[in-house]
């Protein structure tokens, strides 16, 4: 995962669903991803069409409309959208996690990367019919990227194992003028932001 949107999610559905394959629907605390909620959709599965029940104001800016009623097809460009539906599908009902890498084609003709992270839920009854996603731009800093998107085309697909748990560099990053783990073991003297470790050589 390549985007801190889809990381973050991911985190989270690792987290409510325990030891469990997917969690349950009822467990999402919409609150609890506040964050990313504008980048987020959730799907609902009916006899392998997937439907999209929610869609974050992220999504739907760009694709400039209301997304929520619409197939999850209609994301995607004519004559692809049947492979990443059934990607979906499979998502569902056989509980497996995937990383999907997308080109989205805008209505003046430039291209944008995008990340797309589905991930299974249950719904009553431990019913396998829910899909929760992420759709990320890799390219937010491009002046193409707020461009309105008229699909998705597929370039990549990777099925996540659900034991992964991908470190959050962001966490690990260390603060201005935070000292390094290690500098209180040896000898030092600070410099302006700088830690000056003594050695070398004398000649």
């Known amino acids: 995962m390549r985007h801190q ?30 964050n990313i909620l504008p980048s987020v959709f959730m799907l609902e599965l009916v006899s392998d069409i997937a439907t999209i029940r929610l869609a974050g104001g992220e999504i739907c ?6 997304l929520r009623g619409k197939s999850f097809g209609a994301l995607w460009l ?9 990607i979906a599908a499979q998502c569902a009902q056989q509980q497996m996690p995937f990383v999907l890498m997308a ?19 249950e719904s009553k009854s431990e019913k396998r019919d829910r899909v929760i996603g992420c759709l990320a731009d890799l390219e937010s800093n491009s002046p193409y990227s707020r461009q309105h998107i008229n699909g998705l085309s597929l370039t990549a697909q990777r099925h996540i194992d659900s034991d992964t748990i991908p470190i959050d ?13 290690f500098i209180d073991k040896i000898e030092h003297k600070k410099v302006g932001h700088l830690f000056v470790i003594s050695g070398g050589r004398d000649n």
């Open 103 to 121: 080109d989205g084609l805008s209505t003046v003709g430039t291209v944008t990367k995008l990340e797309m992270l589905i991930l299974p839920m």
């Open 61 to 66: 800016a760009l694709y400039g409309e209301e």
């Open 169 to 181: 560099f962001e966490g690990l990053r260390p603060r201005p003028n935070q000292k390094p783990p």
């Open 5 to 34: 949107t889809s990381r973050e999610l991911f985190q989270y559905w690792n987290k409510l669903r325990g030891d469990k394959p997917a969690p349950s629907r009822h467990s999402f605390e919409p609150a609890h991803i506040g």
């Open 78 to 86: 004519n004559g692809v959208e049947r492979k990443p539906s059934s």
